[in-house]
T-cell receptor
Framework: GNSVTQMEGPVTLSEEAFLTINCTYT??????LFWYVQYPGEGLQLLLK???ADDKGSNKGFEATYRKETTSFHLEKGSVQVSDSAVYFC????????????WGLGTSLAVNP | EAQVTQNPRYLITVTGKKLTVTCSQN?????MSWYRQDPGLGLRQIYY???????DKGDVPEGYKVSRKEKRNFPLILESPSPNQTSLYFC????????????FGEGSWLTVV
């Protein structure tokens, strides 16, 4: 079946460090891929997305590239800030199965000053 | 401003006392859904609706009901809440199409004692 696996947290970094959060997926066909972010006490917000292979999504300094050959959508940021502390969720969506999102379990990121 | 609004945001209730969590969106989206978020389990879909009067079960529908009488509203009903329904609940909506952004409400913290 379709699934999303992302690296377990928590991830703790110092400010200005490089961030990678790994996400791999299993899906039939050609899903769309998403990263959502949940800041403390808030709901989920779309961070970035990619709808086809080799697309790169980017937002707020974060990037992720849709790699079909490795079935991956890793999230990266070159220099994290304290304000990036949040939980990050990788997800996929495809036309079948009510088009619902299939979620990873989330990766908690803490950035220290 | 695009919004998904859910109420209440915080609720403590007792076992067996019926409650309703309301959800409203202002984007004229066809698709709406409810999720619950639990530690270590990520987000799990409870129910979804493809349009007015069209609803279906998600992954964890037991103990919940929904209705979709109007396009903008999608209430979640707990007829007889139990402690295992203590969770953080999210309502979400999006336009049809697998690549479209899903918008989340801010979440409702529900505690059943």
């Amino acid at each position: 079946g379709n699934s999303v696996t992302q690296m377990e947290g928590p991830v703790t970094l110092s400010e200005e460090a490089f961030l990678t959060i790994n996400c791999t997926y299993t899906a039939t066909g050609y899903p769309s891929l998403f990263w959502y972010v949940q800041y403390p006490g808030e709901g989920l917000q779309l961070l970035l997305k990619a709808t086809k292979a080799d697309d790169k999504g980017s937002n707020k300094g974060f990037e992720a590239t849709y790699r079909k050959e490795t079935t991956s959508f890793h999230l990266e940021k070159g220099s994290v800030q304290v304000s990036d502390s949040a939980v990050y969720f990788c997800a996929l969506s495809y036309a079948g199965n009510n088009r619902k999102l299939i979620w990873g379990l989330g990766t908690s990121l803490a950035v220290n000053p | 401003e695009a919004q998904v609004t859910q109420n209440p945001r915080y609720l403590i209730t007792v076992t067996g006392k019926k409650l309703t969590v309301t959800c409203s969106q202002n984007m004229n989206h066809e698709y709406m859904s409810w999720y619950r978020q639990d530690p270590g389990l990520g987000l799990r879909q409870i129910y979804y609706s493809m349009n007015v009067e069209v609803t279906d079960k998600g992954d964890v529908p037991e103990g919940y009901k929904v209705s979709r009488k109007e396009k903008r509203n999608f209430p979640l009903i707990l007829e007889s809440p139990s402690p295992n329904q203590t969770s953080l609940y999210f309502c979400a909506s999006r336009a049809t199409g697998a690549g479209n952004t899903i918008y989340f409400g801010e979440g409702s913290w529900l505690t059943v004692v």
